[in-house]
């Protein structure tokens, strides 16, 4: 800063050259730009034989917020000296060029000025609707939420989505702690997973590890699994990532999980659900709808790998997605796409890593109503909202598109599609095809079974 301004008291100001000069001819030495202006306009005057006379300001730059930033001006500019002069012809067809070219920079400002106009109405819109939702969530609803969560009133305006300021809140209750978790418990649970941690980090053999009372899958599990997701948890906010203001939070809920249930222990896909609860309540809330929502009997089959009801909940969304979508169902079967290759990923993070965030805690507002089957009927949404398209795919195109979907994905589009899915076949609702799927397997496995012995 002191070298630039030293500089600048020393020189002289600024000249003023021909256009096009720097352009294209060389730079003048050092000491030209120590000249006199009018000494370099009559330089320039008698080396090119004519007058110069300088462009009036109001006419140089009319629209200056629609004209290009580049070099596309160029084209109205004299050549130098040393190169030949422009025909009249050349000229006109520049300057009409530029013209088209503002123009058309022109239309697509106020193309572009529209839209953010649109954007800002939608938003102010969307502003007011969470804003008077939040105030009958708050005063009418969540005081009386017992009485009033089954209204019709109090689903439809559920299904529009939850005010953030009430999100977690609503979603705690909606979830329930049947399992019984105290703060207290939270806080216990987590002290003996630090005291692992701390244990595992000093144990140099696997003899050490066993004699600590742990497995070596268990440290494995516990230390490496854990920290390795917690990095790829949201990457792109990186407020989860080591240094973040929520990874030891992340880590702790996730650690104080594997101590609470070591019969599921840790298992990919947890980091995105504990995530999400923490963005949404504070930590001991957090675990306490963490523990309770994975005791759920879909997440406890998925999370468990219980492969016989997970199979269960693949042969339900197929009876669905055939009855919704029959076209895109027997193509998918022609490839013998089955809905293990996009399911699984959808239902282990709750659709948290597959959809935009905002619009997975809004899938996520609805499952909380709904339970297991609005998992299943978002799942069909999506196959919805994409028909067209994978209708044209091969089996490897389905699998990656459906693994990686679209990032301009709409809240609005996907919900419109997701109302469009109907829950019931010859009848049947989801909870009675899943729970005739069940008594079959059953009855299966006792024909099948051998006699007993008297």
């Known amino acids: 800063r002191n070298f630039f301004t030293k500089r600048t008291k020393e020189?002289?100001?600024a000249v003023q050259s021909a256009p096009g000069w720097k352009l294209f001819g060389k730079v003048?030495?050092?000491e030209n730009l120590q000249k006199d202006s009018k000494i370099i306009q009559q330089e320039y005057e008698a080396r090119t034989g004519r007058m110069y006379k300088p462009p009036p300001p109001s006419t140089r730059r009319k629209?200056?917020?629609?004209?290009?930033l580049s070099t596309t001006a160029l084209i109205l500019e004299d050549r130098p000296a040393n190169l030949p002069a422009k025909s009249v012809e050349e000229a006109l067809r520049h300057r009409q060029e530029y013209d088209e070219m503002v123009a058309e920079a022109k239309k697509r400002e106020i193309k572009e000025a529209h839209k953010r106009k649109k954007i800002m109405r939608e938003r102010f819109k969307q502003e007011e609707n969470i804003a008077s939702a939040m105030v009958i969530w708050v005063n009418e609803i969540l005081p009386n939420w017992e009485g009033m969560r089954?209204?019709?009133?109090?689903?439809?305006?559920?299904w529009q989505g939850l005010p953030p300021s009430v999100r977690g809140k609503v979603w705690s209750l909606a979830v329930g702690n049947e399992l019984n978790i105290t703060p207290e418990l939270y806080e216990i649970f987590l002290s003996r997973a630090k005291e692992r941690w701390k244990s595992f980090s000093e144990t140099t053999s696997e003899n050490d590890i066993e004699d600590a009372g742990a497995s070596v899958a268990d440290r494995e599990a516990s230390l490496e699994l854990i920290k390795l997701d917690i990095s790829r948890t949201f990457p792109s906010l990186y407020i989860f990532q080591k240094g973040g203001p929520y990874h030891d939070l992340l880590h702790s809920v996730l650690g104080a999980y594997t101590c609470y249930r070591p019969d599921v222990g840790y298992v990919q896909g947890m980091s995105f659900i504990a995530a999400v609860l923490i963005l949404n309540l504070e930590e001991a809330d957090a675990f306490i709808a963490f523990a309770n929502l994975l005791n759920k009997p879909c997440q406890l089959a998925f999370f468990r790998v219980d492969h016989s009801m997970m199979l269960k909940y693949f042969a339900a969304f197929e009876v669905f997605f055939e009855e919704n979508l029959p076209k895109l169902f027997l193509h998918f079967k022609s490839y013998s796409l089955t809905p293990d290759i996009y399911l699984i990923d959808w239902i282990f993070t709750l659709y948290s890593k597959s959809l935009p965030l905002d619009l997975a805690c809004r899938v996520w507002d609805v499952f909380c109503r709904d339970g297991e089957e609005f998992l299943?009927?978002?799942g069909l949404g999506i196959l919805r909202l994409y028909e067209d398209i994978l209708l044209q795919m091969d089996f490897i195109h389905i699998a990656q598109f459906l693994t990686k979907l679209p990032e301009d994905i709409t809240s609005e589009k996907l919900f419109s599609c997701i109302a469009a899915i109907q829950m019931q076949n010859s009848n049947k609702k989801w909870a009675q095809v899943f729970a005739s799927l069940m008594k079959d397997?059953?009855?299966?496995d006792k024909n099948h079974s051998p006699a007993l012995k008297s």
């Open 376 to 378: 299943f009927r978002t």
């Open 441 to 444: 397997n059953k009855e299966g």
């Open 28 to 30: 003048p030495p050092r």
């Open 11 to 13: 020189l002289k100001p």
């Open 63 to 68: 629209n200056i917020e629609f004209e290009p």
């Open 150 to 158: 089954a209204t019709r009133r109090v689903r439809e305006l559920w």
